[in-house]
C-alpha cells in the first residue's frame, strides 16, 4: 500500500471504491477480494462502519492515484469515473542485481465505464512513459 502524501484539494469524501472489493486485501483477518467487499462496509450505502477505528493496514496507509498525485485527472475520481489505479512496486533483475521497479494497475471498478474517462487514463498512463501498466477487467 502507498503511503504518499494526500492532495489538499483532493478528499475521499462519497468514495468507497477502494472498500467495495476491487482490490485485494484482509481487514483484520476477514479478507476483501474481487467481488468481496470489505466485510465492514456498510451495504446501506454509510460507508465504513469500523472508520473511527480502522486500521492502518491497508485502510490508512492506502491511496489510489487520484487522491495522491496532482497530475491524475480530476474529474476521474473513482466513484466518478469507476477507475481505480492504484501505484504499485515490485522488483525485476537489473544490471546490479534486482532492482525496485514502480508500475500502475488499473482496475475497472464498475460495470459501466465511459470511453472518454477511459481515453483519459490511457493518456495519462502514455505520460508516464517507464511504467508498466496491468488493466484489470470488471467484476462478473
Ligand atoms: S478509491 Fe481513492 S478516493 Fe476513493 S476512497 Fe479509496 S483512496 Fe479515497
Ligand atoms: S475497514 Fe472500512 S476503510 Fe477499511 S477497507 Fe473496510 S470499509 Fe474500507
Not at 503511503?3 to 476483501?32: A, I, Q, T
Not at 481515453?119 to 512513459?129: F, G, I, P
Amino acid at each position: 500500500m502507498n503511503k504518499l502524501r494526500v492532495l489538499s484539494n483532493r478528499s475521499c469524501d462519497g468514495c468507497v471504491k477502494c472498500c467495495e472489493g476491487w482490490l485485494e486485501g484482509d481487514v483484520r483477518g476477514h479478507k476483501m477480494s474481487s467481488g468481496k467487499p470489505c466485510f465492514y462496509l456498510s451495504s446501506n450505502s454509510l460507508g465504513c462502519a469500523e472508520y473511527d477505528d480502522r486500521p492502518k493496514d491497508p485502510c490508512r496507509d492506502y491511496r489510489c492515484v487520484w487522491l495522491e498525485d496532482e497530475t491524475f485527472p480530476d474529474e476521474l475520481k473513482p466513484n466518478a469515473s469507476g477507475i481505480l489505479v492504484t501505484k504499485r512496486q515490485t522488483f525485476l533483475p537489473g544490471d546490479v542485481g534486482m532492482q525496485r521497479a514502480d508500475y500502475y494497475e488499473v482496475k475497472s471498478a464498475s460495470s459501466s465505464i465511459s470511453p472518454d474517462a477511459w481515453d483519459s487514463v490511457l493518456s495519462w498512463l502514455k505520460s508516464k512513459q517507464f511504467h508498466v501498466v496491468v488493466v484489470d477487467s470488471a467484476q462478473g
